[in-house]
């Protein structure tokens, strides 16, 4: 067996090293739920984010989150500091905290203003998804409503394709409304393109009789997204993730029929951290 040299058994121990370490990270990872990063929604730490930004993502970092999703700093004003960076700066913040970002909120207004210069942003930043909360339809709307709001932002969808982005929507207020007996979210789901728009499911709708693994099931490929929360049946209210009611080895489950690339915990900070261990540990 020849000699080994001292800089050829250091290099070995840290090539070893670094191995272990991207193995551990690995079995991290296939850990939780599909593989996929345990995301966390930044929405309830905007009071935070506001006061310090990048201590805040350091903080969701140290907490066990592996992504995060952002909200606009133009029509989220919590979020003005965000907009002191440049996109390409944003992206290397979130590289140095070891934190991914490909997705983030923007309200449908800024959309309507400055669609191009907001998709020039998110390609500057990284981002392959940009999400509207709601398309702000009325309260009661008629059909015509929303056959109008689905054509414009098909129309959106057409343009963040054009540029390698999938334009996403939430379900919040006029998706939860109804129109002629049927709920406006599966019309919508019938009228926006599935190419052109996907779909990011609120899982605490499950409050309004929204069902997560129900819809995941009933239209297959049509999301790629979702914000998790538990809830309890007993008190009505939200609770950490797997200290609740929903079963979520059947949500994830049927995520992989919805077509879920991430998942992102949206709640009080609280109720954020003890999640983290329990979609760690969730195998499915």
């Not at 990284?126 to 054509?151: C, F, I, Y």
């Not at 540029?163 to 939430?170: E, K, N, P, S, T």
């Not at 926006?192 to 499950?206: A, E, N, R, W």
């Not at 919805?258 to 915990?265: E, Q």
Request: a positive charge; proline letters at 5%.
């Amino acid at each position: 067996m020849p000699a080994i040299s001292r800089r050829e058994l250091l290099s070995g121990v840290k090539n070893a090293a670094a191995a272990g370490w991207l193995l551990a990270g690995a079995r991290e990872l296939a850990a939780a739920p599909l593989g996929m990063p345990i995301g966390c929604q930044t929405y309830p730490v905007r009071d935070l984010i506001r006061q310090d930004f990048p201590g805040t993502i350091k903080m969701l970092a140290e907490a066990g989150f592996q992504a995060v999703e952002l909200c606009s700093p133009v029509s989220y004003g919590e979020f003005a500091p965000v907009g002191k960076y440049k996109g390409t700066e944003l992206r290397r913040l979130f590289a140095d905290l070891g934190v991914t970002c490909v997705s983030s909120h923007f309200d449908i207004k800024e959309l309507r203003q400055d669609q191009a210069g907001r998709i020039a942003w998110a390609k500057d930043v990284g981002l392959t998804q940009m999400l509207v909360p709601s398309l702000n339809g009325p309260r009661n709307p008629s059909m015509d409503d929303v056959k109008r709001a689905a054509e414009e932002y098909n129309r959106m969808g057409e343009q963040a394709a054009k540029a390698g982005i999938q334009q996403g929507l939430h379900n919040e207020n006029f998706e939860l409304t109804s129109v002629d007996g049927r709920r406006t979210y599966d019309i919508l789901l019938e009228l926006l393109d599935p190419k052109l728009v996907k779909f990011q499911f609120q899982c605490s709708t499950i409050s309004r009789g929204y069902d997560a693994a129900e819809y995941f099931l009933k239209y297959p490929g049509r999301f790629f997204s979702m914000h998790v929360q538990d809830w309890s049946s007993e008190t009505r209210h939200t609770m950490a993730v797997g200290q609740g009611s929903l079963d979520w080895k059947k949500i994830f489950t049927a995520a992989k029929t919805g077509g879920l690339r991430n998942y992102y915990v949206e709640m009080n900070l609280d109720l954020m951290k003890p999640s983290v261990p329990y979609l760690r540990n969730l195998q499915v």
